[in-house]
């Protein structure tokens, strides 16, 4: 079981009605799960601290994040970053300082995009710098419950300016949902993604191969997102206490035929 968080689980600080329930049932049937965020405004401590604040409790080895991703990628290929994130993300970065070359890395900066920090963004590309984009969200579901611009018309501000393609490493990053099915012995055939966002939650984890993902009507979810992109949701639930339904019910069945989900 892959979950979103914001909009599925949380919208801000306040919980979704149902969800710590829904995600206590989905444990009580023994079913392994792994939180997929593309929130890049906070770093993992904030993150799991506020899941227990509403009464989850997620292991650190649970929770997958882009700027998790973003780490490895830079340790791996040796890259100092150029961080266009959140303030309150550049923690996650410390302690990367020295790699042979440098790497652009953009999250949901907020007040920080602005033409001065897009441009140094810019002119790093045009020096030769990789492109990271820890997401390529379009929107979000702001504290006002309004849509707000994402990281995605940043990214995509930059890739138009420079002629370069980042790599993403957030969803819909097919990498992104297959690393977090690592450990879990689960093929991705057998496992189920639930989101509020039908193009990088859903159509995003069933073009990475997953059996099943399910489109909630809560948090960024507007009438006739579903028809939106392809592939098309497996099936569209009123929240996550629905799709836990959905899960378990598909999951007897599946049982019933020999066949355990």
């Known amino acids: 079981m892959l979950l979103d968080l914001l909009g599925v689980v949380y ?28 929130t ?18 997620v292991e650190d080895e649970e929770l997958l994040t882009p700027a998790r991703a973003a780490v490895e990628w830079l340790r791996k290929h040796d890259r100092q970053p150029h961080l266009l994130v959140h ?29 001065a920090s897009l441009n140094r963004a810019f002119r790093e590309l045009v020096a030769g710098a990789d492109f990271l ?9 702001d504290a006002d419950g309004l849509l707000s611009l994402d990281t995605g018309a940043f990214v995509a501000a930059l890739e138009f300016a420079s002629g370069r393609s980042p790599v993403v ?5 097919p990498d992104f949902f297959l690393s977090a099915l690592t450990g879990l012995n689960c093929p991705a055939a ?3 993604m639930v989101g509020d966002d039908a193009e990088s939650d859903v159509a995003g984890a069933l073009r990475a191969g997953l059996g099943a993902a399910l489109l909630v009507r809560t948090g960024k979810y507007r ?16 929240d996550l206490a629905a799709a836990t339904d959905w899960i378990l019910k598909a999951r007897r069945a599946e049982a019933d035929s020999g066949d355990v989900l």
Do not use: C, M, W, Y
């Open 11 to 38: 919208n801000g600080d306040t919980p979704v009605p149902g969800a710590a329930a829904a995600i206590e049932r989905l444990r009580n049937a023994g079913l392994p799960l792994r939180f997929v965020s593309n």
């Open 40 to 57: 890049t405004r906070s770093p993992r401590d904030v993150i799991i601290a506020q899941l227990a604040g509403l009464g989850i409790k």
């Open 87 to 115: 303030p309150d993300l550049e923690v996650e970065f410390s302690g990367l300082e020295g790699g042979s070359g440098r790497a652009v890395v953009v999250g949901d900066a907020g007040e920080a995009f602005d033409h």
């Open 133 to 141: 984009a820890l997401a390529v969200n379009r929107t979000f579901k």
């Open 169 to 173: 490493l957030g969803k819909p990053s």
């Open 190 to 192: 057998d496992a189920v």
């Open 223 to 238: 009438p006739g997102d579903e028809t939106r992109f392809d592939p098309a949701p497996t099936a569209v639930v009123d």
